[in-house]
């Protein structure tokens, strides 16, 4: 999920909402302050400037803040580049230091889990809805991306449930040649 500053955030809790085995925010490039950002449920942040010409510059204040948003909540930190228009100048370290961690893996038996939910447990969470006085625009295209997202997951499983019951007939056949 691409949050550049403190204008998306909202995007932040849509992505805590998705089931997935690794959720990261792609903070490039990162052209704003994010303020307080709540990293809990996530598990990677990558930080890096913009780079081309007419490339905003990123204040080290904003790194700092993703930083220790990541520390407090071990997130791991990934910074990109500091960016610019010659951005092999600039280089990637931040306090004389590249970052280059990786977040950890969830067990694949919860990725498994979190794909073969039932299909009522897909719906959008009620502690995942978008606060009342959120702009009625942006709850609905919030609420279409979920809905839309619970559509996939159902058809997925829908689909596995299919192929597992198209193989358990055919290995009864089997045996009953056999």
């Known amino acids: 999920m691409s949050v550049e500053d403190e204008r998306v ?3 932040v809790d849509d992505l805590r909402c998705v089931p997935a085995a690794v959720r990261f925010l792609s903070c490039e490039p990162l052209v704003g302050p994010v303020g307080a950002l709540d ?10 400037g913009e780079s081309a010409p007419g490339a905003r510059p990123m204040q080290i204040e904003w790194v700092r803040e ?3 948003a990541c520390r407090k ?10 960016g610019g228009v010659q951005k092999h100048r600039t280089g990637r370290e931040l306090r004389g230091k ?3 961690e990786m977040p ?6 919860d990725r498994l889990q979190a794909v073969a ?33 619970s559509a996939v997951l159902r058809q ?4 596995r449930s299919k192929l597992r019951a198209g193989l358990g007939e055919q290995l009864s056949v089997i045996g009953e040649i056999v």
């Open 39 to 48: 990293l809990a449920g996530i598990d990677w942040v990558m930080v890096g």
């Open 156 to 159: 997925r499983a829908s689909r």
């Open 73 to 82: 909540s071990e997130a791991a930190f990934f910074f990109k580049q500091w």
């Open 117 to 149: 939910m039932p299909s009522d447990s897909l719906q959008p969470k009620s502690d995942c809805a978008l606060p009342p006085d959120a702009d009625s625009n942006l709850r609905s295209a919030s609420l279409r991306r979920r809905f839309a997202l």
């Open 9 to 11: 955030l909202a995007r």
């Open 98 to 100: 590249t970052y280059d």
């Open 104 to 109: 950890v893996a969830k067990r694949r038996s």
């Open 66 to 68: 993703l930083f220790r």
